[in-house]
């Protein structure tokens, strides 16, 4: 099977899985990771940081997005321009957030952009995740094109169940790699490539 064809089956299971989740297993595995995240060094160092608004079954961001803010950090929120565009916007009030036509929440198209460069630490949303850092996607690469050339000093960190985190999944030259996953179950930092 070819990575393509593994990478959609295995985007089917993982999908299936994570529809299976009550809200109250979401609010608590959200809050959980947000706990761990929070006590990182990267978290504690990085003055900005570039978040993502859950939704469907995806790890949840709520708590982490409110605890950017209480700490006075920069926080950065991604924002669908086109079919395979992201672009970051800062965000200082969650409750200005709006829902896009995919159905995600957010930042409105006259909030502040911001460079990919400003963020030290990007929260990054997966179906699925690996030792090594690699990343399953949803398929659009609207991750891949943001991450495509990351920072050095940028610290990108993977964010799901910890069911979502596989023991090898296949890649292609595009793919972009993480330094660790958080799961509600704790960080795992990945090996060197």
Known sequence: MDARAAKQ???AELKARRVALTSHELQVAGDAAARLITQLPE????????????FGGELPTDALLAVALLEGK?????RVTNRTTLVLHEVADLGALQLSRLGIREPKPTAPSAPLADAGLILVPGLGFDGAGRRLGFGGGFYDRLLAKPPRKTFLLGHAHAFQVVSRLPDEPHDVRVKAV???Q???????R
């Open 186 to 192: 704790g960080v795992i930092r990945c090996r060197a």
């Open 9 to 11: 089956t295995l985007r």
């Open 182 to 184: 958080a799961t509600p």
């Open 74 to 78: 920069r926080l950065l929120l991604p």
């Open 43 to 54: 978290w504690k160092q990085a003055k900005t940081v570039c978040l993502y608004a859950s």
